[in-house]
């Protein structure tokens, strides 16, 4: 009897347990079809159309309109111009129900279920095209069991408003094709060089293969993989009676030919901004490329128009860039920031034809700096270890070491004084000064510096001094570094984003730029001092321009062949009150026959001086409130009794 009462007892409390199971997902179910309906009464569908028109805009630091990327939503066509194939290929192979169901597929939930029960993983998806289209053109590419919700119930709200062939549309003008290329127009004209009316069966099955997964089935980055798809696009196609076997096979064995008549796919100006824009978003708040270029994102920047257009105009004025010895264009990159912020005002990558996304030497390059690392890895240092602008330093031929490990520096001119002040070493760009001045004070001393400034320094020896660093930096580095001097000790962090609002709010960056205690005031009032110096009358003469100080520094690096005398880079960072700039120019890939005669002084430095002339107006202060120094001035005289006098200020 006892038994027969627990085993009464067990399934009582299963009982239980089972009602409130049911109750629970009773629970949820009404919650999730609550937010559907929600998300369905709050959505405005009815604008979906007019949505697709909108691109993501590029704000400049005032708020304006600067520029806009090419989304899904631009270029868009009608379905009576794209061919019946195609849509036909889309139907088949993504959603070969999509005329019979209302925006969601019941059988083809059940049949992707058992499926993949089946095989033990997720290999078939049940998305119809509808869904589909609410995550292109609505919803963020968020994968969460709400944003299946919203994505189902917006799918219903999308079919009572619009007709199929209208959705079809949609879709076919918000999917993503792969290499940037975004709606069939775009990819048309992307892979095969024409307008989405004038595909073949052979080319529209390819274009119908990549929906799924755009990088793996592209003919650009894989043409097995395109027409292996390709064919199992066509397969679907004759299943659902689109084709015959005989049409199949002859698309099929139809070869395409590729060719590329996108053209840039950044619709708006400034494209090496937005380049910029687009690499920070990544790295710095986790979007990715599909993201921006589909979500209609408004991303609000540190430009500022007059100082990026007129960057750009310098750029285009090939006169101002010297020439390989070959004859030929020479590379360059420039950076503008505001010392203030940190925020960039200006960038151009590259010289000649912009390449979407393409490699940057603004801020992706890595290269030795060469003089212009003087300032922050062996004179900031120095001052800061009680060391005076006119302290003599010690210039003659030396080698510093013994046996195979020595390092015998030499000055660009190969002459020597045999001891010159440090502000006049600075100005001439003395070598072996600054090598002797690092030893003094220790290598260790210059290497932390140099990370306060925000560099690295793999495996340093005395030839950081110099410019000799790994793993290298870029002019956004050095105008970063060099922003400390006009912000009295404080380095700011660079940043080209403000902040980016999406379709559903602000995006949290995954960091905040930061700032850093670089040294004293009193340092950077002496270092600006010098460098000053270095553009009234040093190596940076030719920078020089009428209404503005300018202080800054040059650096050139030697082109690394024996027996060839030339420079393959050369440097020059600058700064006023309001902004720093950084300008490169080089060469990409040097040789014997492909460097520059011309050191830093006839190439960058003349450059930063014509970008300057054009954005002066835009600038802001213009003097620094530092006393020059004297080019006459000697070091103060040592007194028997300045030790005494030290220590009682000390003490007092």
Same mark, same amino acid.
């Given at each position: 009897?006892? *038994?027969?009462?627990?085993?009464?007892?067990?399934?009582?409390?299963?009982?239980?347990?089972?009602?409130?199971?049911?109750?629970?997902?009773?629970?949820? *179910?009404? &919650?999730?079809?609550?937010?559907?309906?929600?998300?369905?009464?709050?959505?405005?569908?009815?604008?979906?159309?007019?949505?697709?028109?909108?691109?993501?805009?590029?704000?400049?630091?005032?708020?304006?309109?600067?520029?806009?990327?090419? &989304?899904?939503?631009?270029?868009?066509?009608?379905?009576?111009?794209?061919?019946?194939?195609?849509?036909?290929?889309?139907?088949?192979?993504?959603?070969?129900?999509?005329?019979?169901?209302?925006?969601?597929?019941?059988?083809?939930?059940?049949?992707? &279920?058992?499926?993949?029960?089946?095989?033990?993983?997720?290999?078939?998806?049940?998305?119809?095209?509808?869904?589909?289209?609410?995550?292109?053109?609505?919803?963020?590419?968020?994968?969460?069991?709400?944003?299946?919700?919203?994505?189902?119930?917006?799918?219903?709200?999308?079919?009572?408003?619009?007709?199929?062939?209208?959705?079809?549309?949609?879709?076919?003008?918000?999917?993503?094709?792969?290499?940037?290329?975004?709606?069939?127009?775009?990819?048309?004209?992307?892979?095969?060089?024409?307008?989405?009316?004038?595909?073949?069966?052979?080319?529209?099955?390819?274009?119908?293969?990549?929906?799924?997964?755009?990088?793996?089935?592209?003919?650009?980055?894989?043409?097995?993989?395109?027409?292996?798809?390709?064919?199992?696009?066509?397969?679907?196609?004759?299943?659902?009676?689109?084709?015959?076997?005989?049409?199949?096979?002859?698309?099929?064995?139809?070869?395409?030919?590729?060719?590329?008549?996108?053209?840039?796919?950044?619709?708006?100006?400034?494209?090496?901004?937005?380049?910029?824009?687009?690499?920070? &978003?990544?790295?710095?708040?986790?979007?990715?490329?599909?993201?921006?270029?589909?979500?209609?994102?408004?991303?609000?920047?540190?430009?500022?128009?007059?100082?990026?257009?007129?960057?750009?105009?310098?750029?285009?004025?090939?006169? *101002?860039?010297?020439?390989?010895?070959?004859?030929?264009?020479?590379?360059?990159?420039?950076?503008?920031?505001?010392?203030?912020?940190?925020?960039?005002?200006?960038?151009?990558?590259?010289?000649?034809?912009?390449?979407?996304?393409?490699?940057?030497?603004? %801020?992706?390059?890595?290269?030795?700096?060469?003089?212009?690392?003087?300032?922050?890895?062996?004179?900031?240092?120095?001052?800061?270890?009680?060391?005076?602008?006119?302290?003599?330093?010690?210039?003659?031929?030396?080698?510093?070491?013994?046996?195979?490990?020595?390092?015998?520096?030499?000055?660009?001119?190969?002459?020597?004084?045999?001891?010159?002040?440090?502000?006049?070493?600075?100005?001439?760009?003395?070598?072996?000064?600054?090598?002797?001045?690092?030893?003094?004070?220790?290598?260790?001393?210059?290497?932390?510096?140099?990370?306060?400034?925000?560099?690295?320094?793999?495996?340093?020896?005395?030839?950081?001094?110099?410019?000799?660093?790994?793993?290298?930096?870029?002019?956004?580095?050095?105008?970063?570094?060099?922003?400390?001097?006009?912000?009295?000790?404080?380095?700011?962090?660079?940043?080209?984003?403000?902040?980016?609002?999406?379709?559903?709010?602000?995006?949290?960056?995954?960091?905040?730029?930061?700032?850093?205690?670089?040294?004293?005031?009193?340092? %950077?009032?002496?270092?600006?001092?010098?460098?000053?110096?270095?553009?009234?009358?040093?190596?940076?003469?030719?920078?020089?321009?009428?209404?503005?100080?300018?202080?800054?520094?040059?650096?050139?690096?030697?082109?690394?062949?024996?027996?060839?005398?030339?420079?393959?880079?050369?440097?020059?960072?600058?700064?006023?009150?309001?902004?720093?700039?950084?300008?490169?120019?080089?060469?990409?890939?040097?040789?014997?026959?492909?460097?520059?005669?011309?050191?830093?002084?006839?190439?960058?430095?003349?450059?930063?001086?014509?970008?300057?002339?054009?954005?002066?107006?835009?600038?802001?202060?213009?003097?620094?409130?530092?006393?020059?120094?004297?080019?006459?001035?000697?070091?103060?005289?040592?007194?028997?009794?300045?030790?005494?006098?030290?220590?009682?200020?000390?003490?007092?």
């Amino acid at each position: 009897m006892k *038994v027969v009462m627990r085993m009464i007892q067990t399934l009582w409390r299963k009982f239980h347990l089972t009602q409130i199971a049911i109750l629970l997902a009773a629970i949820v *179910v009404l &919650a999730g079809l609550g937010a559907g309906f929600y998300f369905m009464k709050s959505a405005d569908v009815e604008t979906l159309k007019q949505g697709l028109s909108q691109s993501t805009i590029i704000y400049d630091r005032d708020g304006d309109k600067a520029s806009k990327l090419s &989304a899904t939503r631009t270029n868009s066509v009608s379905i009576e111009k794209m061919p019946e194939h195609l849509q036909e290929a889309i139907v088949a192979v993504e959603d070969n129900r999509f005329y019979e169901h209302g925006g969601f597929d019941v059988k083809g939930i059940f049949r992707a &279920a058992f499926t993949n029960l089946m095989a033990g993983s997720r290999v078939q998806g049940a998305s119809t095209l509808t869904q589909q289209l609410t995550k292109n053109a609505l919803l963020s590419p968020e994968k969460t069991y709400r944003r299946k919700i919203e994505e189902l119930f917006l799918a219903i709200e999308i079919e009572k408003v619009y007709k199929k062939e209208e959705i079809l549309e949609m879709y076919l003008n918000t999917s993503y094709f792969g290499n940037g290329a975004w709606g069939v127009q775009n990819a048309a004209k992307r892979y095969f060089g024409k307008d989405v009316s004038e595909l073949t069966l052979a080319e529209s099955s390819m274009l119908a293969g990549m929906v799924k997964a755009p990088s793996r089935y592209n003919p650009i980055d894989s043409m097995d993989n395109a027409v292996d798809r390709r064919q199992v696009v066509l397969n679907q196609m004759v299943k659902y009676g689109y084709l015959t076997e005989n049409e199949a096979d002859e698309a099929a064995n139809t070869e395409v030919t590729l060719k590329d008549a996108s053209g840039d796919p950044l619709k708006g100006k400034y494209a090496h901004y937005a380049d910029a824009v687009i690499n920070e &978003a990544i790295s710095r708040y986790g979007l990715t490329q599909d993201d921006l270029l589909s979500q209609g994102y408004n991303i609000y920047t540190a430009m500022d128009q007059n100082v990026q257009a007129g960057l750009e105009d310098v750029y285009e004025n090939s006169t *101002v860039f010297p020439q390989t010895v070959n004859g030929e264009d020479t590379q360059s990159a420039a950076v503008l920031m505001d010392p203030k912020s940190g925020g960039v005002l200006g960038v151009v990558g590259r010289r000649g034809e912009h390449v979407f996304r393409g490699f940057s030497f603004a %801020t992706q390059m890595k290269k030795s700096p060469g003089s212009t690392i003087k300032p922050l890895a062996v004179y900031t240092p120095a001052l800061e270890e009680g060391y005076k602008p006119t302290d003599m330093l010690v210039d003659e031929k030396m080698s510093f070491g013994k046996g195979e490990g020595a390092y015998s520096p030499s000055n660009y001119s190969d002459t020597y004084e045999g001891e010159m002040p440090m502000y006049r070493a600075i100005e001439k760009s003395a070598n072996v000064p600054a090598v002797w001045l690092l030893d003094q004070i220790g290598l260790s001393k210059g290497v932390n510096s140099l990370e306060r400034f925000g560099l690295e320094a793999k495996d340093p020896k005395l030839g950081l001094a110099l410019g000799d660093i790994t793993p290298g930096v870029s002019p956004l580095q050095m105008a970063e570094a060099y922003s400390a001097f006009s912000n009295d000790g404080v380095r700011k962090e660079t940043f080209f984003i403000q902040k980016i609002i999406g379709p559903e709010g602000e995006i949290k960056p995954k960091w905040e730029p930061k700032e850093v205690k670089v040294t004293s005031k009193e340092v %950077t009032d002496e270092m600006t001092a010098m460098l000053l110096g270095v553009v009234e009358r040093g190596s940076g003469k030719r920078a020089q321009v009428d209404g503005v100080d300018i202080a800054g520094k040059t650096g050139s690096t030697q082109v690394p062949i024996e027996g060839i005398d030339g420079t393959e880079d050369q440097w020059f960072v600058g700064y006023t009150p309001n902004l720093v700039g950084a300008v490169w120019v080089g060469v990409e890939e040097v040789s014997k026959t492909n460097y520059m005669t011309t050191n830093s002084s006839d190439g960058a430095v003349p450059l930063f001086g014509e970008v300057v002339s054009k954005i002066l107006p835009y600038i802001g202060e213009t003097s620094f409130d530092v006393d020059a120094i004297d080019d006459n001035a000697k070091p103060e005289e040592e007194h028997w009794y300045d030790g005494i006098v030290e220590k009682w200020n000390e003490w007092f």
